[in-house]
């Protein structure tokens, strides 16, 4: 199939884009990759009267490292891009190790990281990253500028806090910290398929070797990437040990309430969703020591 008619604009500076969305609001769409947009619209399931084309905004393309340590990502930036930065691989690990997971380097070549979070796809491992890093994005319009956390941007499946007149136009990320360790793990049925379950943490060690922070996000098991916060509870000030790392999987197992479709039982997503936040802890823990010595 193809898209019902559409009028089409591409704009050439950042003020033009936001005109056109403050104009047309609900009623337009953006493309930025399109990876996801455009088989949508071929399948008439998305039907915008008006596409709005920002990929003649270059200066929305760019990485750049923050003085705290950071880092900000312009929201065009290619997801290609960010997975071969070597700035990303020095100062965001978890980031850098995710990017491989995204489909096939083909859709990575054109897809951008603004759009993978907008669409927030609740199986995609970008908005899960951005929820366990604790991002923040920048929100902008005619009339104002805002910024955003990651845990209040995901509302549900598709769904964020974005409103029809915004452009995101930045992602910033905070800095890595020295005794910080981290994991991603998921299972699809093919590589390149979206995740049927899978979780991402950060672990950080204080200089007794307790835990100091903890975060544990799983993606693919509701309508929006999830923070489990009742087994990061359980493991802040402690011994990370196996007794306890096996408690707080114990309570991610509990604390998972997914639905079945056509890919997994419930049942499937609740045990593998365990599992995986295990493996990721552990994984998570022995990179913690390792930068710790």
């Given at each position: 199939m193809k898209p019902p008619a559409f009028e089409y604009f591409a704009p050439a500076s950042l003020q033009e884009a936001l005109d056109l969305l403050d104009r047309y609001g609900e009623e337009a769409k953006v493309l930025a990759g399109g990876q996801s947009l455009m088989p949508l619209m071929n399948l008439r399931l998305a039907r915008p009267k008006v596409i709005i084309d920002v990929n003649g905004l270059h200066h929305l393309a760019s990485i750049s490292a923050d003085p705290n340590g950071g880092l900000t990502l312009g929201g065009l930036t290619r997801q290609r891009a960010v997975e071969r930065s070597g700035l990303v691989q020095e100062r965001n690990p978890l980031l850098a190790a995710a990017l491989p997971l995204i489909g096939h380097f083909q859709i990575r070549n054109r897809g951008t990281i603004g759009g993978s979070l907008v669409h927030a796809d609740p199986a995609a491992e970008l908005p899960a990253v951005s929820l366990a890093l604790g991002a923040e994005f920048v929100l902008r319009s005619v009339r104002s500028e805002r910024a955003v956390r990651a845990e209040d941007f995901f509302l549900d499946t598709m769904t964020t806090a974005i409103q029809p007149n915004e452009l995101l136009t930045e992602i910033r990320l905070p800095g890595w910290r020295p005794r910080l360790g981290w994991a991603v793990e998921e299972v699809a049925r093919r590589k390149g398929d979206f995740a049927i379950v899978g979780a991402c943490t950060l672990l950080e060690l204080d200089e007794d070797d307790l835990c100091k922070a903890a975060r544990i996000a799983l993606f693919g098991v509701a309508g929006k990437p999830l923070r489990m916060q009742r087994a990061e509870a359980a493991l802040r000030g402690s011994n990370p040990d196996e007794r306890l790392l096996a408690?707080?999987?114990?309570?991610?197992?509990?604390?998972?309430?997914?639905?079945?479709?056509?890919?997994?039982?419930?049942?499937?997503?609740?045990?593998?969703?365990?599992?995986?936040?295990?493996?990721?802890?552990?994984?998570?823990?022995?990179?913690?020591?390792?930068?710790?010595?």
């Open positions: 408690e707080a999987c114990r309570l991610v197992f509990d604390d998972l309430d997914p639905d079945s479709d056509v890919h997994a039982s419930a049942t499937y997503r609740r045990e593998a969703g365990g599992v995986l936040a295990r493996r990721a802890l552990e994984t998570a823990l022995r990179r913690a020591r390792e930068n710790s010595k």
